[in-house]
């Protein structure tokens, strides 16, 4: 069983920074795709950024220049490091790893980005 957890949400004025974690149990080696999603309310969820196995990355184009995704090896575990903080960042953070047909998802953690 395949288990994401991520941590790390909070609230945070706006310009403000956050990092999230998500960790992943069994080895991320076993996955060529880890990627965070947020789903704002009463919006669909979207792609914020994606690490291969290689370590490449891509990010959307609402955070560009300002999340930037990393990946611990040894620690099984993939992190979100957001700066420069607005509202239009308050969401549900998703941690998503994917192989194949396969995608497995954690909880989330809410970020509030707020005076």
């Known amino acids: 069983q395949v288990q994401l957890v991520e941590s790390g949400g909070g609230l945070v004025q706006p310009g403000g920074s956050l990092m999230l974690s998500c960790a992943v149990s069994?080895?991320?080696?076993?996955?060529?795709?880890i990627s965070w999603y947020r789903q704002a309310p009463e919006k669909q969820r979207e792609l914020v950024a994606t690490?291969?196995?290689?370590?490449?990355?891509n990010y959307g184009d609402s955070v560009k220049g300002r999340f930037t995704i990393s990946r611990d090896n040894a620690k099984n575990t993939v992190y979100l490091q957001m700066n420069s903080l607005k509202p239009d960042d308050t969401a549900v953070y998703y941690c998503?790893?994917?192989?194949?047909?396969?995608?497995?998802w954690g909880q989330g953690t809410r970020v509030t980005v707020s005076s």
């Open positions: 690490i291969t196995r290689s370590g490449s990355t």
């Open positions: 998503n790893a994917r192989r194949g047909l396969d995608s497995y």
């Open positions: 069994g080895s991320i080696f076993n996955f060529p795709y």
